[in-house]
C-alpha cells in the first residue's frame, strides 16, 4: 500500500500576482484533517494515500495531521479544520472501556492513543463535520462511552469474515447512509476483527453485517458525523460511486456554513 510519511517543514513561499487565481480556488474547497498511523520504531507518522485521493477526488484540501501531544494544537485544528477523517489503526486499550486485553488485542502505541482520544473528544464537542474509518469509528465510540468486541472470530464466530474481504450490510432505511446510497444494502470492503459492542452515548447503529455486527454508526442528534467499519476509501477502483458518496457527504457538510 502506498504510504506518505509526515515531515514538519518551514516552507516560505512568495505568490506572485499570477498564483492570485489559484490561491482563490483553492480557498473554497474545505480543508480536511487525516489522522495517520504512528509507528515507534521509526518514530514515523503515514497515512494510506487512499485516504488523501479520496479527500482530494471530492473536492476536498488533505492536510495530515501528525500525532503530538499538543492540547494547543488540537484546538488550532478544530479551529482552522473544515472536516475531519479519522482513519484505521491496531487496537484501542481495552482499559479504556475497562476490559482486560484479549490475546488477539494489538493495541495502538500510546502517543497515538492519546493524540486519537483527545482530538476525537473536542472535535465531537464541536460539532464540525467527521468521517471515521474502521479504528475511526470504534474509537469514537469508544470516547463516547462504549465498549468493543475484542475478537470477533473466537467471541461472535466466523458466519462472516470481516478481514479484507467485501461482504454485505444491512443498513437502515431512515438513515443518512440509506440515503446516500440510495439503497438499503451495500457490498462493503472491511478489515477488521473487533467491533464495536455497547455503543457510546449520541450514537445509533445504522447498518449491520449478517452475523449482526454493527458496521455504521450516526449521531442520533443529526449532527454532522458518519462512522463506517469498512474501507470506502479501499472500493474506489471497484465502486467508485460508493466511494464517492461516503467522502462526498464529508465534503458537502464542510463546505456549509
Not at 493495541?107 to 464537542?125: G, H, K, Q, Y
Request: proline share 6%.
Amino acid at each position: 500500500m502506498k504510504k506518505v510519511a509526515v515531515t514538519l517543514l518551514l516552507v516560505l513561499w512568495v505568490c506572485t500576482p499570477g498564483c492570485r487565481n489559484h490561491l482563490a480556488y483553492v480557498s473554497e474547497k474545505p480543508l480536511i484533517g487525516i489522522t495517520t498511523v504512528y509507528d515507534e520504531k521509526r518514530h514515523v507518522n503515514e497515512v494510506g494515500l487512499a485516504y488523501v485521493e479520496a479527500v482530494l477526488r471530492t473536492g476536498g484540501i488533505p492536510l495530515v495531521l501528525p500525532t503530538i501531544d499538543s492540547a494547543e494544537a488540537v484546538d488550532r485544528y478544530i479551529r482552522e479544520l473544515d472536516g475531519l477523517v479519522l482513519i484505521g489503526g491496531k487496537d484501542i486499550p481495552p482499559s479504556m472501556y475497562s476490559q482486560q486485553p484479549h490475546e488477539t488485542t494489538e493495541i495502538l502505541p500510546e502517543r497515538r492513543t492519546r493524540f486519537d482520544s483527545m482530538l476525537i473528544a473536542r472535535w465531537m464537542a464541536s460539532g464540525k463535520p467527521v468521517l471515521g474509518v474502521c479504528l475511526g469509528m470504534q474509537f469514537t465510540n469508544v470516547v463516547m462511552g462504549g465498549s468493543m468486541i475484542q475478537d470477533i472470530p473466537s467471541l461472535v464466530g466466523t458466519d462472516v469474515n470481516h478481514k479484507k474481504v467485501y461482504h454485505r450490510v444491512t443498513i437502515t432505511p431512515d438513515s443518512t447512509l440509506a440515503e446516500l446510497l440510495g439503497a438499503e444494502t451495500a457490498m462493503v470492503y472491511s478489515s477488521h476483527h473487533q467491533a464495536v459492542d455497547r455503543i457510546g452515548e449520541g450514537l445509533r447503529p445504522v447498518a449491520h453485517a449478517d452475523d449482526g455486527i454493527v458496521e455504521a454508526l450516526e449521531r442520533i442528534d443529526g449532527g454532522p458525523g458518519l462512522f463506517v467499519q469498512w474501507h470506502p476509501e479501499a472500493m474506489s477502483d471497484k465502486d467508485p460511486g460508493h466511494t464517492n458518496a461516503i467522502y462526498g457527504y464529508l465534503i458537502h457538510l464542510a463546505r456549509t456554513p
